[in-house]
């Protein structure tokens, strides 16, 4: 992809969660070419500062800030915000790459690890949208990506605690985006099949043999292909991104009629929003 998709990235306040490895470090990379500033948020400071370190290098003159937060905490990821803020002023493009996976045999995982998957990749997602959506909304300008997966549009064997947290941002982002139309916030949501990431290497560490077979299926991607799919769905004007064949088929064969109905229920919304304001007009013509 050329970097003339990213020209509309170019002196915008980028924040990325989970930007200090993976596709969130890769998604960084591509935007520092394209001039952005950055904000990276992340658990682990010296990956962070690693991650400061591969931005400058590629591109010297890159403003990058660093905070460290568990995005599971919202408080943290408040006062990372606030930093970002305070330095590169209000965030223009958010996105949330920052996530976990455990995959196992369903009796053999832990509760917890099933509590750790909705902490991070669901609420380590809302926290920062609850955060700078209302902004955006009020400067009429904006713009949201989240990072989900391939097993957020399919369940998959040994993915029970993964699958619906990403199910869940799935739900999050189609009815966050019937919200926001007209308002000049756009939000997309990403797609990833299995991605060439340190994630992918943790994962494969208890990853049952039929979900190695599985998920071979939808083939190897590497983060920067995924993150300049990206960032081409955004400047787009795309909703759902699904890098690869297998997962565009897997989208629209698993949601076919999901254009159909987000238009249908647009329409009723925008109905039903015409028929209050004339009730409100009436019933103030009637007060007078």
């Keep these: ?77 408040l006062a990372a915000l606030t930093e970002a803020e305070r330095v590169h002023g209000p965030v223009d493009v958010l996105v949330t790459s920052a996530g976990v996976a455990q995959p196992g045999y369903f009796e053999e995982v832990p509760v917890a690890v099933f509590a750790r998957a909705m902490a991070v990749n669901y609420f380590g997602t809302l926290y920062p949208l609850k955060a700078l959506v209302p902004a955006m909304r009020q400067r009429g ?52 099949p299995d991605t ?23 083939g190897l991607w590497t983060a920067e292909a995924v993150a300049r799919a990206t960032w081409e769905g955004l400047a787009r004007g795309r909703f759902s991104v699904t890098p690869g064949l297998p997962l565009s088929a897997l989208a629209w064969l698993h949601s076919v009629a999901a254009p159909i109905l987000r238009w249908s229920f647009d329409r009723t919304a925008r109905q039903a929003r015409v028929v209050a304001r004339a009730a409100t007009a009436e019933g103030g013509r009637r007060g007078r």
């Excluded at 060439?196 to 939808?218: S, V, Y």
């Design 1 to 77: 992809m050329s970097t003339a998709y990213l020209r509309f990235l170019g002196d915008q306040h980028v924040l990325i969660t989970g930007g200090s490895s993976g596709i969130g470090l890769a998604l960084a990379l591509q935007a520092a070419e394209a001039g952005a500033r950055l904000s990276l948020v992340a658990r682990d400071e010296g990956k962070l500062t690693a991650a400061r370190g591969a931005i400058l290098e590629k591109c010297p003159k890159a403003a990058v800030l660093t905070a460290t937060a568990d995005v599971a905490v919202q408080s943290a990821v």
């Design 141 to 192: 300008r904006g713009a949201v990506v989240l990072i989900s997966s391939g097993a957020g549009l399919c369940g998959i064997f040994g993915y029970t605690p993964y699958a619906p947290s990403k199910f869940a941002l799935r739900g999050l982002a189609e009815s966050l985006r019937a919200e926001l139309v007209g308002t000049g916030v756009r939000i997309v949501i990403v797609y990833p």
């Design 196 to 218: 060439l990431t340190p994630q992918l290497a943790a994962e494969n560490l208890t990853k049952p043999l039929e979900t190695r077979a599985i998920t071979a299926g939808a």
